[in-house]
């Protein structure tokens, strides 16, 4: 077998095709292996669009036509009990939608419960409510009669469930004491404040002194210190027609021209009713209490101010120590209303209490010994006393004045 020629173009290695081992394909079928790799690289790229779209939703069209398409009710996971019209789930809040991780929200502090429940239902969380009610009273009334200064320490120390709260303890006792006084002072209850007067005798003396419209009730109820009923209307009668008796010292001559006049009618008649007095400074009288508390607190900061202590600790102090006063008041009230000797002994004993209460208190609270809680009660006494004075010269002139 003879060589090619020299000059012959097949015999250059250059003009050899490329093929890799295997490529035997004939001659013929060379211009389709570019379309072929082309139409791999298709494939090769639509299955990996194909992998990539595994997220999306199936195309509908491409689907069977009798198979329906799933429903996103049926593919949404839902909460064992809990249908689609309840609102929102048993795990979150139905007032904020916060996630629930106890009876009550973090949040908003809603309980966990449906309000719109059976009559029996209402009926045993009311039951619950005032079983929890009387516990927390069986809990405080021992410390809070019995151990000065011990409700206090343990509101401040954060042991605050089981007590009543110091402001509804404050309001519950306020109430008591100024409903007693009134029925007491105003008439509700028959109190011989003169027992040398009758109120046939008070009638007696009304047609005699010619006192046109004067109350016999409250000639009979007026406390002793206000005089006989001659020497009330005596005092009124002096006390109008004297112009000297009530100045005012401010605004221009006409304003002071017409007020005097009427207020000196406004006192004279106070003097002859003082029973309407007592009753409008009864009426008025919580408002009073009620704005004296913060000063009482603050006075107390002044007092241990070295401690550091905050106000509303004081102020939970002061709210302790005027419940039980006026708890005190009360039952001491109640008592004086006895005949017996040693019953309104012991009445005046109860209305002393406050006093040895309020060392006790101070020295517990503020855990100093005894001498240094009494210097400083009798230096807070002194000072809250000229307070109360001032407050209630205040109340004595706002009830003379819209009686």
């Known amino acids: 077998m003879s060589a090619p020629p020299l000059g012959s173009e097949s015999g250059r290695p250059e003009d050899a095709p490329l093929g890799g081992p295997g490529d035997e394909a004939p001659s013929g079928q060379a211009a389709s292996d570019p379309d072929e790799a082309r139409a791999a690289a298709e494939d090769a790229l639509a299955q990996i669009e194909a992998m990539a779209d595994l997220d999306e939703e199936p195309d509908v069209e491409a689907a069977d036509p009798q198979e329906p398409p799933p429903s996103e009710s049926a593919s949404a996971p839902t909460d064992s009990g809990t249908s689609p019209s309840s609102g929102a789930p048993e795990d979150q809040c139905e007032n904020c939608g916060a996630l629930l991780h106890g009876p009550y929200c973090s949040q908003c502090g809603q309980k966990a419960a449906e309000r719109v429940v059976p009559l029996w239902h209402m009926l045993n969380e009311a039951l619950e409510a005032v079983i929890e009610l009387d516990m927390r009273v069986l809990w405080t009334l021992p410390k809070f009669l019995f151990l000065p200064g011990r409700l206090t320490k343990e509101y401040i120390n954060g042991r605050r ?57 409250a000639v009979a109820s007026a406390p002793w210190f206000f005089g006989s009923p001659e020497q009330r209307e005596r005092w009124a009668r002096s006390f109008r027609q004297n112009p000297g008796t009530v100045d005012v010292l401010f605004g221009g001559a006409e304003t002071q021209a017409r007020l005097e006049p009427l207020l000196r009618a406004k006192v004279a008649e ?99 010994g005894l001498i240094k809680s009494t210097i400083k009660a009798f230096l807070l006494l002194l000072v809250y006393s000229i307070m109360l004075l001032i407050g209630f010269i205040l109340l004595a002139l706002a009830a003379v004045v819209l009686m």
């Open 161 to 217: 469930k089981r007590y009543i709260r110091p402001f509804r303890l404050y309001l519950f006792t306020t109430f008591v004491l100024f409903t007693v006084l009134a029925l007491t002072a105003g008439g509700g209850v028959q109190v011989p404040f003169n027992p040398q007067m009758s109120p046939a005798q008070a009638d007696t003396v009304q047609v005699e002194t010619g006192m046109a419209g004067m109350d016999t009730t």
């Open 270 to 368: 106070a003097i002859r009713n003082p029973r309407d007095l007592i009753g409008g400074m009864i009426d008025r009288g919580p408002y009073v209490m009620f704005l004296m508390l913060p000063v009482f607190a603050f006075l107390l900061k002044l007092l241990y101010i070295r401690r550091g202590r905050l106000y509303v600790e004081h102020l939970i102090f002061s709210l302790h120590l005027h419940a039980f006063a006026f708890f005190a008041f009360t039952v001491g009230i109640l008592l004086g209303e006895v005949e017996a000797p040693w019953v309104q002994t012991a009445a005046t004993w109860v209305e002393l209490a406050p006093l040895l209460y309020l060392v006790v208190a101070m020295g517990h609270v503020y855990e100093q």
